[in-house]
């Protein structure tokens, strides 16, 4: 029964496929005896982890191993203050892991809230309310308007029946459902009209259909499980700074080992070099990194917040930056979600139609100029029919918004009912037309509802004047109902060229993905009856056509511009036609001259190898299912691309999951969406994407600043103690000054750089490799190049300072803290120098004000060492001279001044950027 196709089942014979009656349903006893065998109609959940296991993963990490040896080797240093500091840290880090997983995982949680909890059912030939959870294979479900479908069904009843599945299916509008049998053999669930799917909403008319899946097989079930079995992919970031902490332990437990074996070699005492070594390999590891990572992404969280972009898990901020591809749901995400009618054809002229959604302002335009249609009966006409012809209500409600700080009240306007007849009634209701206003000069009589048979629907009305009909619907089958048409505000015949001319202007609009609907009226003679639609909808007169679209949200084309600059494909993956989804893309500018769209029949068809030839040329996807969706992303990330993918509706969150960032819509998304992505934009708008994008790119260039800074100062401190303990010098620094350099001068700087503003041309480079190494783009030579002046003119300063000494202990103090002092200026000139991918001489060195603070903070530390008398025994330190200071400065700025220079002369060029008409960046 599994492998079944329902929809290519005739009715006559469901009962026999289920072993149950259509008109009686089961009895009691056989729906509890399948129950018992099958299990409830519910969406199981998969092995949840303890969250104390959740807890104590978050310290599997290498560099948190990383960390608890700092730890160890600063306690054993007797430095608890710096060891309660790094166990602070490790803390704060895991429980920020533990809430973002604990979080992440509550996606099943919301599915089963869009599960229905009661169902009526008719069980031994009597009408039952049930709860849903306990409906079995065989159960007749009644359904009406307003009521959330239960379970899968095969219908076999269904009264001008309509299903909102934009959800599941991406559809924009609500399906009109019917029962025969569609013998096609394989069908996009959007296409499979005698089906109804749990999870789905009855908007309109009723229905019966008998169980055919319940729990985990339905198709909201298969999506349940598609979210547990899809992995989440590690991020760039993660993967970067567990290479990093991977060759920060070689590095320094090989360095440690070289100066400490070079000292003692040199005559130095054993324990005092093994001190010296220890501290080196505290300085090796930068233990603050994790901690200022987890401190820029934080406020980068914050910064986006404020751009309408909130970030569920912090690594994925990050992941943003070096995005290539953006597969993008159409309906509600590219476009409003809000059925608009954007041209009129009436008495033989086309007009636009301006506003946007539900809102009821706008302008008719006639090549491209204001029309005043108070004179004009045609448009008059077509407006009243909008508004009469008619079930959906225009409601408002005023809202307070914050604006500024300040509360503003302002007007929001939403719609309850149909969205095509919606579109209807925004339309009347912008011209002054609105069903209100006529309700005092028209009573509704009786209705002929639309029907998927008929295609259209009428309404008889009375008035003073006597009796109207009104009428919409398909226009070719509206045309052969009317005998006249009205023109230049006078009802003449309907000729065959006038008739050919209106059919050609509705398929104009349709071949512009433009849903279209023709009107029509008759004014009844006196004493006439309609009792039947056959009386009613004969002698018409055709008033004109509207033509309605889902249009583009207004700022998305502006952002897809952006992200071509940028080297960020836009794909649109939709459950709509394909017609529509081409017009919407090529407006958008999503498309190419050569790119390609293709259906879910055609993907359904191709094999994964064969779909990965060509995903890199194809821009559109139509009609295609929640499967679909997950080849597509996971094709794109076997071509090596970083994908972020954004949706709405249940049938995106799998995908989103197995994106490599998930981006849901905070306003339109449900709570399934949002609970399996990343990031959720609040306001629903796609620019904000770009606006997150250019955040994760400022962050992750942060993140390199100070890996830069840190690196490079770490560097320097190494090789200070390895030329000395070569040279067979003095200690030039002692454990507890490289401590103070590690913990204090490095710590505050590289916070600020984390927060630092981005570059101007950070959106006109190329999206980076998703495998490029932290030290990709030159950075590892200027770390070991700045790192190696640093160590030199700290050596150097050192040895002069030795060099005039007398040879006593006096001496020694005076030249270590020259060397101190040496190292902490030059790592606090170097950090601004950090700040450009070029030089120091690229940026204005004041404009990041927390740096300017940090440094004058370290620098005011650094002196209160050198000059407190309370902390020099402590630290090792004597007060220096002017003299000594000149040598400190000139010493510190060397390395900064010939790098500049040399970036200057050399006229360094900027990172490559991105043509517009290039393909995007793969990994």
């Known amino acids: 029964m599994e492998q079944m196709k329902w929809h290519q089942m005739e009715i006559d014979r469901l009962s026999d496929a289920v072993q149950s009656s259509t008109k009686h349903g089961l009895s009691k006893e056989e729906a509890a005896e399948r129950l018992a065998k099958l299990g409830r109609n519910e969406l199981s959940e998969g092995k949840k982890v303890s969250p104390f296991v959740l807890f104590f993963n978050q310290f599997k990490d290498v560099m948190v191993l990383i960390l608890l040896g700092a730890t160890l080797i600063a306690a054993f240093l007797g430095e608890y203050l710096d060891a309660i500091t790094i166990v602070a840290i490790l803390i704060l880090n895991a429980v920020l892991g533990f809430v973002q997983e604990f979080r992440a995982e509550r996606s099943l949680q919301a599915l089963k809230e869009l599960s229905a909890p009661e169902a009526k059912v008719w069980r031994d030939g009597e009408l039952l309310e049930v709860p849903a959870r306990d409906l079995v294979v065989g159960d007749i479900v009644i359904l009406e308007s307003g009521d959330r479908v239960p379970a899968d069904l095969r219908l076999f009843e269904a009264n001008s029946c309509y299903i909102e599945e934009s959800a599941l299916t991406g559809e924009s509008v609500p399906v009109n459902k019917k029962v025969t049998a569609i013998m096609n053999e394989e069908l996009p669930l959007g296409d499979q009209r005698n089906l109804g799917f749990m999870g789905t909403m009855v908007t309109r008319g009723t229905a019966k259909g008998v169980v055919i899946r319940t729990g985990m097989d339905t198709e909201m079930g298969k999506i349940a499980d598609l979210i547990q079995s899809t992995k989440e992919m590690e991020t760039p970031l993660q993967h970067r700074l567990a290479q990093l902490g991977k060759l920060l332990i070689v590095v320094a437990v090989a360095l440690t080992i070289m100066v400490v074996v070079a000292g003692i070699v040199h005559g130095q005492p054993a324990y005092n070099m093994f001190l010296a070594g220890v501290s080196l390999a505290v300085a090796a590891i930068p233990e603050g990194l994790p901690a200022i990572v987890t401190i820029a992404l934080a406020m980068g969280v914050q910064r986006m917040i404020k751009r309408k972009a909130i970030v569920r898990k912090l690594p994925s901020v990050e992941t943003l930056g070096c995005a290539s591809v953006i597969c993008s749901d159409k309906t509600g995400t590219l476009t409003q979600n809000k059925m608009t009618v954007t041209k009129l054809w009436v008495g033989g002229k086309q007009y636009d139609v301006t506003g946007e959604g539900y809102t009821p302002t706008g302008q008719l335009l006639a090549a491209g100029k204001s029309v005043d249609f108070k004179h004009d009966t045609s448009i008059k006409r077509l407006l009243q029919i909008s508004a009469l012809c008619n079930n959906a209500q225009l409601v408002t409600n005023i809202e307070k918004v914050d604006k500024s700080r300040k509360a503003v009240e302002q007007e929001e306007w939403r719609l309850k009912g149909d969205p095509t007849e919606g579109a209807l009634a925004v339309l009347a209701t912008k011209f002054g037309s609105s069903a209100k206003t006529l309700s005092s000069l028209y009573t509704r009589v009786m209705e002929f509802p639309f029907d998927s048979e008929r295609k259209r629907m009428s309404v008889v009305l009375s008035h003073q004047g006597g009796q109207l009909i009104c009428t919409k619907g398909a226009p070719d089958i509206l045309l052969d109902k009317c005998s006249y048409i009205l023109s230049g505000g006078h009802v003449v015949p309907l000729t065959a060229t006038l008739k050919e001319q209106a059919a050609k202007a509705g398929e104009q609009m349709a071949q512009s993905a433009l849903r279209v609907l023709g009107l029509a009226y008759r004014e009844l003679k006196d004493n006439e009856k309609c009792e039947s639609e056959q009386m009613a909808e004969t002698g018409l007169v055709f008033v004109g056509l509207t033509g309605m679209i889902d249009p583009p949200r207004r700022e998305v084309k502006d952002a897809i511009a952006t992200c071509k600059r940028a080297g960020i494909k836009t794909v649109m993956i939709t459950g709509d036609h394909k017609l529509t989804a081409e017009a919407i893309a090529s407006e958008l500018g999503i498309v190419p001259r050569d790119g390609k769209t293709l259906s879910g029949q055609q993907l359904e068809a191709m094999s994964d190898e064969a779909l990965q030839d060509i995903v890199d040329d194809t821009y559109v996807y139509a009609r295609v299912s929640p499967e679909h969706k997950l080849r597509i992303v996971k094709a794109l990330q076997n071509k090596g691309h970083v994908v972020a993918m954004t949706g709405d509706g249940v049938n995106d969150a799998p995908a989103i999951k197995a994106a490599d960032i998930g981006i849901a819509m905070g306003i339109t998304g449900t709570d399934v969406t949002k609970e399996a992505a990343s990031l959720v934009l609040s306001d629903d708008n796609f620019s904000t994407i770009v606006a997150a994008i250019e955040e994760g790119r400022g962050i992750y260039e942060n993140i390199r600043k100070f890996i830069r800074y840190l690196l490079a100062s770490n560097v320097g401190e190494i090789l200070v103690m390895f030329l000395a303990m070569m040279a067979g010098l003095p200690l030039p620094l002692v454990p507890i000054q490289i401590l103070w350099v590690n913990l204090v001068t490095d710590g505050l700087p590289a916070m600020a750089l984390g927060v630092d503003q981005a570059e101007k041309d950070l959106m006109q480079h190329k999206p980076r490799k998703a495998k490029e190494s932290i030290f990709a783009r030159r950075l590892g030579w200027k770390i070991i190049s700045r790192g190696i002046l640093i160590g030199i003119c700290t050596l150097g300063a050192f040895w002069l300072t030795l060099k005039e000494g007398t040879g006593d202990e006096l001496s020694l103090r005076t030249a270590q803290t020259v060397a101190f002092s040496t190292l902490v200026m030059a790592q606090l000139i170097h950090v601004f120098d950090c700040r450009s991918s ?50 400190v400065i000139v010493a510190a700025g060397i390395p900064t001044f010939f790098m500049g220079i040399g970036s200057v002369l050399g006229k360094s060029k900027p990172r490559k950027q991105w043509p517009t008409n290039a393909k995007p960046a793969t990994r």
Do not use: M
């Open 838 to 887: 070029r030089s120091i001489f690229h940026r204005n060195p004041f404009q990041n004000k927390y740096l300017v603070l940090a440094v004058l903070s370290s620098v005011l530390l650094l002196l209160g060492v050198v000059y407190i008398d309370a902390l020099q025994p402590i630290f090792k330190t004597v007060a220096i001279g002017f003299r000594e200071w000149c040598l």
